[in-house]
């Protein structure tokens, strides 16, 4: 099993940074390779970013493509998504999630292990 907490959310203006950060436990972290996902409001969850085990290995998608970073720190048990340049339509619930394989991941259904969110809001 393995815990996901996420934190960092919050209100900011279009064109502002936030770094969320999502902490681990139940599991050695650099056995499990991680990802973030977001869900607009009537909207469906969908892929942001995804770095592998070792971190060696990341993925973005192209919506956040040169504005949003991900990283982590396997002594510290935490993976961040540093996010600049923030547009309203980041607007979304971020949550990170886990999986024991060895690639990174797009689809949701790849992820056995959720956090419960957390929500960032971007006002124009």
């Known amino acids: 099993q393995v815990q996901l907490v996420e934190s960092g959310g919050g209100l900011v203006q279009a064109g502002s940074s936030l770094r969320l950060s999502c902490a681990a436990s139940g599991r050695t972290f650099s056995s499990v390779a991680m990802g973030w996902f977001r869900q607009a409001p009537g909207k469906e969850r969908e892929f942001v970013a995804a770095i592998s085990r070792s971190g060696g290995s990341t993925y973005s998608a192209d919506s956040v493509k040169g504005r949003f970073t991900i990283s982590r720190d396997n002594a510290k048990n935490t993976v961040y998504l540093q996010m600049n340049s923030l547009k309203p339509e980041d607007t979304a619930v971020y949550y990170c999630?886990?999986?024991?394989?060895?690639?990174?991941?797009?689809?949701?259904?790849?992820?056995?292990?959720w956090g419960q969110g957390t929500q960032v809001t971007v006002s124009s």
């Open positions: 999630a886990a999986h024991t394989g060895w690639n990174t991941r797009r689809s949701e259904n790849g992820y056995a292990y």
